[in-house]
């Protein structure tokens, strides 16, 4: 049934109006599952702490890179080339979501792209085995076919130093809807800033979808997903033996199909012990999560959970590769 829920969240999109465009409350929901199994674990407080390649999603400010501190970070990963894969089991794995992303820094900032799958397969119809008799012990429900719908994402972005201090950064991205009712496509806009006024304190804000993102359909039908702001800050603590990171964000208009409200809260936390191995706690939107990661010089892997009452537990690993 879950299954069956979740496939009529997406084909709403496509349903909202049968003539004329509109802005429709549940468009952009299939964007907003995040990326990256360390900003799951953190509860997606990531906005002032994304300086990995997932900043593609999170603000594209942060693909330029983090000042190197060696009072708080001895990593040199920053400053490399970086790829991102994941997989998500979303909700039970209702949802299954796939990222690639590739981060390349340049001398004043760097350089983003990425590609993101997120889709519900294997749906099954039924039917009666004769439609022209009713339904009884000889004639019975029978599978008549398998569906599915996916989002398809690709994003380029990128991000600079303005100052020592302040970084921006802009995204662009593509979607290709495709949903067992038609194929739908259009084209966003993310702006985003990072302002780091001391080597332990940053702030972060996004602006998602600032042209109002249109998803057109065929016969004239279309989705609009409303512009939100997403806006945070992050704290670096050096402890004994590592260093700790909070992270705190918000996201303005942010309207779920699943939360009927225009706010949402992120909290999240992680410690580092000697830059290598990371233990995570987070809560988002009333939902704890939790995760842990490793890294080495050129290698690492984060995984991620987060529970759900309604629509069962999110797992989420990933791979990160630097050259």
Request: proline share 4%; glycine share 12%; net charge positive.
């Amino acid at each position: 049934m879950k299954r069956f829920a979740t496939l009529a969240l997406y084909c709403t999109c496509a349903l909202t109006s049968p003539t004329h465009a509109q802005t429709s409350h549940y468009a952009g929901d299939p964007l907003l599952l995040g990326a990256g199994a360390r900003a799951l674990g953190m509860g997606s407080a990531y906005v002032a702490l994304s300086f990995d390649a997932t900043a593609i999603y999170w603000n594209p400010a942060g693909l330029a890179p983090e000042v190197y501190n060696p009072e708080l970070d001895s990593s040199s990963s920053r400053t490399k080339r970086e790829i991102h894969l994941q997989h998500a089991e979303q909700f039970g794995g209702s949802v299954n979501q796939d990222i690639f992303a590739l981060r390349l820094p340049t001398r004043k900032g760097g350089v983003g792209l990425g590609i993101v799958r997120a889709g519900v397969d294997g749906i099954a119809l039924t039917g009666l085995e004769d439609p022209d008799r009713p339904i009884g012990p000889d004639n019975r429900p029978v599978i008549i076919d398998k569906i599915g719908t996916a989002d398809y994402v690709f994003r380029i972005a990128y991000g600079r130093y303005i100052t020592d201090k302040l970084r921006l950064g802009a995204g662009i991205k593509m979607i290709r809807r495709d949903l067992s009712v038609g194929i739908g496509s259009g084209f966003g806009l993310d702006i985003g800033l990072l302002y780091l006024p001391t080597s332990t304190f940053g702030i972060g804000a996004t602006i998602r979808d600032l042209t109002k993102t249109r998803i057109a359909f065929p016969d004239g039908i279309a989705d609009r997903i409303s512009p939100s702001l997403l806006i945070g800050a992050a704290l670096h603590h050096r402890m004994p033996g590592g260093l700790m990171k909070v992270g705190f964000s918000t996201h303005l208009n942010d309207k779920k199909s699943t939360l009927e409200k225009t706010r949402s809260i992120q909290l999240g936390i992680e410690y580092r012990l000697q830059h290598r191995l990371a233990f995570r706690l987070g809560h988002k939107d009333g939902h704890f999560t939790a995760g842990t990661g490793l890294q080495l010089r050129r290698f690492g892997v984060d995984l991620a959970f987060m529970e759900h009452d309604q629509l069962d537990n999110t797992y989420r690993i990933s791979v990160i590769l630097f050259f």
